[in-house]
Structure formats: structure tokens, C-alpha cells
């Protein structure tokens, strides 16, 4: 999943080569940690949250396949 999270940003974002994605799993509950460069929040972001939402939307459908929760987290330096 974290391969696809990661297509994914890369493909929203300007900088490409900023994006980092960490993965911390407890068990059943699996979360992801964005990255991206400064000017990039926006677009991952989108108007009103919707970027972000629809990918959270997404894992959490990947999840409910796989039986498992997936959080997504931006991480602001």
C-alpha cells in the first residue's frame, strides 16, 4: 500500500523527488507520514481538503480489502 500512496503523491506534487513516506504499523492500524516540499501543501491539500480527502477515502476502502485501518498524515517541517 505504501507503494501506491506513494505513485500517488508523487504524482500531485511539482518536486517529486522531495515526497518521503514512513510507515509505522501496530498491528491492524497502519500509518502513513508525508512529506512533501513547502510549496507543494497546497496541491496535495486541494480546495476545501478534497485532494486529501479523496486519498484518505482510498486507503480506507484498500483497508476495509485487506482488514486492516490506514491513516494518512502530512508532515509539516
Known amino acids: ?3 501506491a500512496v506513494e ?3 508523487k504524482a ?5 523527488d522531495a515526497v518521503e513516506i514512513t510507515e509505522h504499523s501496530d498491528g491492524k492500524v497502519v ?19 478534497r485532494t486529501i480527502k479523496a486519498l484518505r477515502s482510498i486507503l480506507y476502502f484498500g483497508g476495509l480489502k485487506q ?6 498524515d502530512l508532515i509539516e517541517d
Do not use: N
Not at 12 to 16: K, P, R, S, T, W
Open 31 to 49: 500509518k502513513f507520514g508525508v512529506r512533501v516540499a513547502p510549496d507543494d501543501f497546497g496541491r496535495l491539500i486541494g480546495r476545501e481538503g
Open 7 to 9: 505513485k500517488i503523491v
Open 12 to 16: 500531485l506534487v511539482g518536486d517529486a
Open 67 to 72: 482488514g486492516k485501518r490506514f491513516h494518512l
Open 1 to 3: 500500500m505504501k507503494e
